[in-house]
């Protein structure tokens, strides 16, 4: 538990902050900090922090480290334990060596372990960093173990958004299309398509239409085609998957081969003898 020498040395950190702070609208951030801090407001505190984070105040590289070290470690015993992994994410992507990262992270599951979604999430991080750098049996594991605890939750939250991203992108690696097309799918089921980006919305829809028609086990496509997330290729180069799909789910073969020529193209489908 922190002593009162380290409760110092935040108040050094802050001042400093504060001192250096270009512009007058950033150094009242780091007094309403100190105050917060001070009057040990925890929970005003935490807001504060998951809000301030996100925006480009602390720009430098190992800028957020440094505040997790030097300010957040002092309290972080007390505010809410997924709140503290919301956080400390951000704080994992400003490391640039992924071991490091990896390393930071894990010390911080061994502080969370008593909250259920709080684990899953930093335990999904942890996978997500891990994929970054190839280590696809050591994910292939984790999304086991993780993917059983996420079933207990009851709650579908954006726990469940940022697991199912990590499933799918690894079975997308792996090239394993049912998988992908599953996981994908309930990714979705937990994002508001609106807070998606266009380019990534085609891109997903895209990946998720082949992954429907390679999948060996996919054999109803109608939730794909039910999902607004289709429209995205609506006008564009990839409108003929929307015809595709159609084609495949109503069993309409010659409109299949009027398509040939569309989907010859795709690297993919020359592995599965279409022709």
Request: with cysteine; glycine share 6%.
């Amino acid at each position: 538990r922190p002593d009162s020498t380290m409760s110092t040395k935040v108040k050094e950190y802050l001042a400093e902050r504060q001192g250096s702070a270009p512009s007058s609208e950033l150094a009242f951030q780091w007094v309403d900090f100190d105050d917060l801090y001070t009057r040990k407001l925890w929970h005003q505190l935490t807001l504060k922090l998951k809000d301030f984070i996100h925006g480009e105040c602390l720009s430098r590289p190992n800028e957020l480290f440094e505040m997790y070290e030097r300010f957040l470690s002092d309290f972080e015993h007390r505010i809410n334990p997924l709140s503290l992994v919301e956080i400390v994410l951000r704080v994992a992507g400003d490391i640039g060596d992924a071991s490091r990262a990896i390393e930071f992270l894990e010390g911080i599951l061994v502080k969370v372990k008593g909250s259920l979604e709080a684990t899953i999430l930093c335990e999904t991080e942890i996978g997500s960093t891990k994929l970054k750098r190839g280590d696809l049996e050591e994910v292939k594991t984790l999304i086991r173990s993780t993917g059983d605890r996420l079933d207990t939750v009851d709650t579908v939250s954006f726990i469940h958004a940022r697991f199912y991203d990590l499933s799918s992108q690894y079975y997308l690696l792996t090239s394993a299309h049912a998988e992908y097309y599953r996981d994908a799918l309930r990714f979705l089921g937990c994002t508001n398509v609106d807070d998606i980006p266009m380019e990534e919305q085609r891109d997903r829809a895209f990946k998720l239409s082949i992954a429907a028609i390679l999948g060996n086990r996919v054999y109803n496509f109608g939730e794909l085609l039910a999902h607004p997330i289709l429209k995205s290729l609506e006008g564009t180069e990839q409108q003929w998957l929307i015809d595709l799909l159609y084609a495949f789910n109503s069993g309409n073969l010659p409109r299949f081969y009027e398509l040939r020529s569309h989907w010859e193209t795709q690297v993919n489908f020359f592995s599965n003898t279409f022709s």
